[in-house]
């Protein structure tokens, strides 16, 4: 019951607050109203979350990086069973970055409380001993080299600060923050500095907020127009995100008309080094 209370009062207080990046908050509640949520409800929806994020990078795994530039076709069967999962984790664990990542920025929450300082969650990364790629990898070389957060992630030292690192490593601020998705966007503006900027940090901060409003909120749709609130009006990920809802809203029964659409119209990558003469793109508002 205390635990009910206090996410009770933890809603009220935050519903209301403004976002650190949007031109004006997430206001999903009416003000003072209460969201109930019994501990086993959230204590499911965690646990949910987080088999959702390692369920579907083992899913992914057969095809990540194999289509550049086009869809896979339907023909394409993708293996699963009960030992897949087991499979990659002893065979290709870098396969679980998005993972990870996440686990090493609760570990320090955990550890030094919600105010910990954003060089204690560079330095825990930097630091650690598994693999990474892009932004990730780029701002784990500048903190090593004395170049620390927010200056870690900026264009200026980081060419892949638009890739999709911290967009797929935001989950936690999520699960840590349910139906607050202020709060979401907070943790995801401070962390996602670290590696990434921009759209970079945008991405990462919407998948969050998306993640927060779904403990309280079935309606898909409505999750994901609320959560694009978060993020500025004037970026290119609002607006590429902006443009994928109208688009499917045109068509709802074809996915893959919306789908070109995006790809004719958002596929250019700006920054990451890797997909020059290429097809390969990893940015963050078209992945």
Known sequence: MRTTIILFLSL?????????????????????????????????????????????????????????????????????????????????????????MDLTFVDVFEKHGLDAHD?????????????????????RYNILNGIMPPASGHWKNNPHADDIDFQIEADFAGLMAPGMPNAAADIGWRIGHIMNYGDGVYGGIYVAAMYSLAFVYDDMEFIVEEALKTIPPQSEFYQCIADVIQWYKQNPDDWKSAWFEAQKKWTFDKGCPDGVFRSFNIDAKIN
């Open 12 to 100: 009220i207080i935050t519903a209301g607050c403004k976002s650190p990046v949007g031109e004006k908050s997430i206001q999903a509640f009416a003000d003072g109203e209460i969201i109930k949520i019994s501990k086993s409800d959230l204590q499911d929806k965690i646990k949910g979350g987080w088999a959702g994020q390692v369920i579907g990078c083992t899913y992914g795994g057969p095809t990540e990086f194999q289509w550049n530039g086009t869809m896979i076709g339907d023909h394409v069967l993708i293996p699963w069973d009960e030992t897949r999962m087991l499979w990659y984790y002893e065979n290709s664990p870098g396969l679980y970055d998005d993972v990870y």
């Open 119 to 139: 060089s204690l969650h560079a330095l825990a990364f930097a630091r650690a001993e598994y693999p990474l790629w892009h932004a990730n990898q780029a701002a």
